[in-house]
């Protein structure tokens, strides 16, 4: 934690997960950020988050690649009707990718 000041890390479903300061779990950043092409400037608008608390989430990522991309992959993995059942608010959103 001492390395990197914006990470904190917290207990869900009994699994120890980095997270940036306020609870947001860094798999979800890299994962969304990944569909922006690792744009901090779009991942941070999407979050509504300033670009500084992306960034620092992505620097965690670079030490720590492996371990979030578990987490991103264990998530991508399950349909959304598995999702459903486990979270019934679940709703389904699609993040449209900027043409240029």
Do not use: N
Not at 25 to 38: G, L
Not at 46 to 73: N, R, V
Not at 85 to 100: C, I, M, N, Y
């Amino acid at each position: 934690m001492s390395e990197f000041a914006e990470i904190e890390f917290r207990t869900f479903g009994g699994e120890r997960h980095a997270c940036l300061t306020g609870g947001m779990r860094i798999w979800k950043v890299v994962m969304v950020s990944q569909d922006y092409d690792m744009d901090v400037t779009k991942t941070a608008e999407h979050f509504e988050l300033p670009a500084w608390k992306i960034q620092a989430a992505l620097h965690y990522y670079e030490a720590f690649s492996p371990e979030i991309d578990t987490a991103i992959i264990d998530v991508r993995s399950q349909t959304f009707d598995t999702l459903k059942r486990q979270l019934p608010q679940l709703e389904r959103h699609v993040v449209a990718k900027d043409v240029q």
